[in-house]
């Protein structure tokens, strides 16, 4: 989340109730594979929340996660 190319709205965290201590997912690189990175964010809509998730999702219990999903796009 600290990349440049990282694409955010401002959460700095991936589980449940959005505290910063919350941040449990990450995507580790080496500084060679980190310089590959063209853009990278955090994939919200499959997490329950009160708006932004997938239409489909009806009720919490249809959440993908419990975790938002770290996503990279790499130029390799």
């Known amino acids: 989340m ?10 700095s965290w991936t589980y449940s109730g959005g505290h910063h201590k919350e ?5 580790l690189m080496s500084p060679k594979l980190l ?3 063209q853009k990278g964010g955090v994939e919200w ?9 997938f239409p489909e999702m009806q009720k919490e219990t249809d959440a993908a996660s419990d975790h938002a999903a ?7």
Not at 23 to 27: A, E, F, M, P, S
């Open 45 to 53: 809509r499959g997490v329950w929340r009160t708006e932004g998730h």
């Open 23 to 27: 941040k449990l997912d990450y995507i």
């Open 70 to 76: 770290l996503w990279a796009d790499l130029d390799i």
């Open 2 to 11: 600290k990349h440049p190319k990282f694409v955010s709205d401002g959460s």
């Open 35 to 37: 310089g590959k990175v």
